[in-house]
């Protein structure tokens, strides 16, 4: 059986010093992140001849949205499509930025939806769930799969909301972390609710949040609260197949030096 690959997310801000990144740490696979606003500043054709270039697969692309904010507190009423005031602008942008990612050769797009209301019969999610089914439709279209980033919802809800969206070409990006930053779940509880669905995974790591803290603390890999060994084991035993891609919320030199500890932590649970 072939081991699960390692990648790194990046960022779009500079391709080439991007990619030369994912190369110098001997890794061959990235999920890039951009804005939804700002595609129409890249040249989708340029961006796949550029990670030709480096040898670079780009498994995944991440859509995000300006005007987010990523806690408990201001969440809610900011994040992704769930989010009433933006849900019309984005879903023009969520459609739009399909056709870009199919432009660069690419069947995955993640995203945080935003804050799914726990209770089905929720106006809020009641109305949430036909915008979702136009974005999923779209990348159908597209030869893409759609994937929930986890973290703001609980496990069940998450997928109560795909099974409500009753289309094949969903999926989820399991981040573990984000799942205690946000204080939602246990990773291993989660990934025995819904990892058969589970088509990649941010290898990041965090700390529950205390009582008085709208969003709990990122750390390296190997010092939050992250099952690693026995998580992979159980995402494995639901059919994943990879990749990992590590995710490290800093800058500089500390960042490169607890992505390589990250690699050498992981490797040998792959």
């Not at 009641?126 to 990348?139: D, G, H, L, M, N």
């Not at 909301?161 to 946000?182: F, H, K, R």
């Not at 750390?219 to 995710?247: A, C, D, Q």
């Amino acid at each position: 059986m072939d081991d699960i690959k390692l990648g790194l997310i990046v960022s779009s801000k500079n391709l080439e010093e991007s990619f030369n990144k994912v190369k110098s740490l001997k890794l061959s696979l990235c999920q890039i992140g951009f804005i939804a606003e700002e595609i129409d500043n890249f040249d989708p054709y340029k961006i796949k001849k550029i990670a030709e270039k480096f040898e670079i697969e780009i498994f995944s692309v991440f859509m995000l949205f300006k005007g987010q904010i990523f806690n408990n507190k201001d969440g809610p009423s900011t994040m992704g499509l769930v989010a009433e005031k933006y849900r019309e602008e984005r879903l023009k942008l969520s459609l739009k930025f399909s056709d870009f990612v199919k432009e660069m050769n690419v069947n995955y797009i993640v995203s945080h939806i935003g804050f799914i209301p726990d209770d089905e019969e929720d106006p809020v999610y009641k109305s949430f769930i036909p915008i979702i089914k136009e974005v999923v439709k779209k990348c159908k279209e597209n030869n893409q799969i759609f994937c929930f980033e986890t973290g703001q919802e609980l496990p069940s809800t998450l997928k109560r909301t795909i099974i409500d969206i009753g289309m094949e070409n969903v999926g989820i990006n399991l981040d573990p972390a984000n799942l205690i930053l946000y204080g939602k779940a246990n990773p291993l509880d989660a990934v025995e609710i819904f990892g058969e669905y589970v088509k990649s995974m941010h290898g990041k790591d965090g700390l529950w949040p205390n009582r008085d803290e709208s969003l709990g603390i990122e750390v390296p890999i190997g010092e939050g609260m992250v099952n690693f060994p026995v998580l992979i084991r159980r995402l494995k035993n639901k059919g994943f197949k990879g990749p990992i891609i590590i995710e490290r919320e800093i800058s500089g030199e500390k960042q490169i030096e607890d992505i390589k500890k990250a690699i050498e932590y992981l490797s040998p649970y792959l």
